[in-house]
Nanobody, 122 residues
Framework: QVHLVESGGGLVQAGGSLRLSCAAS????????MGWFRQPPGKEREFVAA????????RYADPVKGRFTISRDNAKNTVYLQMNSLKPEDTAVYYC???????????????WGQGTQVTVSS
């Protein structure tokens, strides 16, 4: 079992920044590929970013490339999502999750956090 808890969401103006954190407890955090997903109002959940076990490789959805950065600290059992140049269309509930292997599938695994709301005002 892995328990994931997100934090760092909130209300920000367009062009601003937020950093989301996802703290993990339970089984060995470094054994998991990790990702962030989001669910905009009235839409389906979508992939945002992924990071491999060591943090040496990352992947991003096209809408966030160049603006968002995913990272992880295995010593702290935490994965981060730095979000810069935020746009109103980034408004969503953001979730961290474990990912299914192999690397590159970008498909969620068995464990999800509860989500954190990000609202970007224009």
């Amino acid at each position: 079992q892995v328990h994931l808890v997100e934090s760092g969401g909130g209300l920000v103006q367009a062009g601003g920044s937020l950093r989301l954190s996802c703290a993990a407890s339970g089984r060995t955090f470094s054994a998991y590929l990790m990702g962030w997903f989001r669910q905009p109002p009235g839409k389906e959940r979508e992939f945002v970013a992924a990071i491999n076990w060591s943090g040496s490789s990352t992947r991003y959805a096209d809408p966030v490339k160049g603006r968002f950065t995913i990272s992880r600290d295995n010593a702290k059992n935490t994965v981060y999502l730095q979000m810069n140049s935020l746009k109103p269309e980034d408004t969503a509930v953001y979730y961290c999750a474990t990912l299914r292997g192999p690397w590159g599938r970008d498909q969620p695994g068995n464990y999800w956090g509860q989500g954190t709301q990000v609202t970007v005002s224009s």
